[in-house]
């Protein structure tokens, strides 16, 4: 009986380590979203990866959202690019057992937004998410750099103060920005300004490309734009801080399956490092390689994690 027993755990330990090896050498399917900085942040993660040795499979570009979501929990991805604004707003929200006006609270909240999400997603789906890098992709305000340097305005107080001086700031929005409480209007609340109606040009639909065309041509003091937005780098525009977190976080993080993870430890110290390198500034200067200058998501992730000692 003992020799039995012996046998049969020998064999367990043969069957675990076979599947440890073949989850190892299993490609590593990598998804992302179909717009500039899931292109570039999913390329830069399976670069990272294949320069470590990993086989990957290239579904960067698989479509919005919910497909990329979808793919990774019926296990058809290992890993997408994701945000914690997002997953706070729409991967939670219909879960019986969580509330989500508790959670919504962590939203401008960069740490809390992310040991919120990563503990949920862990314990209900088995998604892992890694460290998020520390860059914030969310509606921002932007304004001419001649004009903010003149007149001293570098965040959302600055500005504040400015209007309530007596001055009048004219803003070019989209109608959703304008409205919902938790855009425009919650800069308003926050740093305790009003614009005035007459001073907002609304969009119907606009996009940050519409907004921030008009503050070039200078006919408006601000736009609506999000603060990573690769096309800010060909104006002279520069982003407002948002000190008081008027705006959610959007943090950006690898999501992976769990069973992927515990198989393969090693992803996180391939990839936690790369991500802690992707500040505000460095990825909207990436976008910007792609939107502005034309160059292939696949390029300059190899060239970032080059210049970057990340890879050979």
């Keep these: 009986m003992k020799r039995i027993t012996a046998v049969l755990m020998l064999v367990v330990a043969a069957l675990l380590t076979f599947n440890m090896v073949a989850a190892q050498n299993d490609a590593v399917r990598v998804g992302s979203k179909l717009d500039t900085e899931a292109l570039v942040s999913g390329q830069i993660m399976l670069v990272a990866l294949e320069s470590a040795g990993y086989s990957v499979t290239d579904n960067t570009g698989l479509g919005t959202t919910a497909v990329n979501r979808e793919a990774l929990l019926a296990g058809e991805i290992d890993v997408y690019p994701e945000y914690t604004g997002t997953a706070i707003s729409n991967f939670f929200r219909d879960i019986p057992f969580v509330n989500n006006d508790e959670i919504i609270q962590f939203s401008n909240d960069a740490y809390a937004s992310y040991a919120t999400v990563s503990s949920l997603d862990a314990a209900i789906n088995d998604i892992i998410w890694l460290q ?3 860059m914030n992709n969310t509606f921002a305000l932007a304004m001419l750099a001649d004009f903010a340097e003149e007149n ?3 965040d959302a107080q600055d500005m504040a103060d400015f209007i309530n001086a007596g001055n009048e700031l004219r803003l070019a929005s989209s109608d959703e920005f304008a409205q919902r409480p938790d855009g425009f209007p919650a800069f308003e609340n926050l740093y305790n300004f009003e614009l005035g109606a007459d001073n907002l040009t609304v969009l119907a639909g606009g996009t940050p490309a519409q907004t921030s065309q008009l503050l070039n041509a200078g006919e408006v003091d601000l736009a609506m734009v999000y603060s990573t937005d690769g096309a800010l780098q060909a104006f002279n525009f520069v982003v407002l801080e948002d000190p008081l977190g008027a705006q959610p976080i959007y ?3 690898p ?3 769990g069973e992927f993870v515990r198989a393969n430890p090693e992803i996180v110290s391939i990839l ?5 390198s992707l500040d505000t500034v460095t990825i909207q200067s990436l976008n910007g390689l792609v939107d502005v200058e034309g160059l292939d998501p696949r390029t300059v992730a190899e060239q970032y994690l080059r210049d970057n000692g990340f890879i050979d």
């Design 132 to 134: 998020p890098a520390p």
């Design 152 to 154: 001293g305005i570098a």
């Design 251 to 253: 943090a950006l993080a």
């Design 255 to 257: 999501t992976f399956r």
């Design 272 to 276: 936690n490092p790369v991500m802690a």
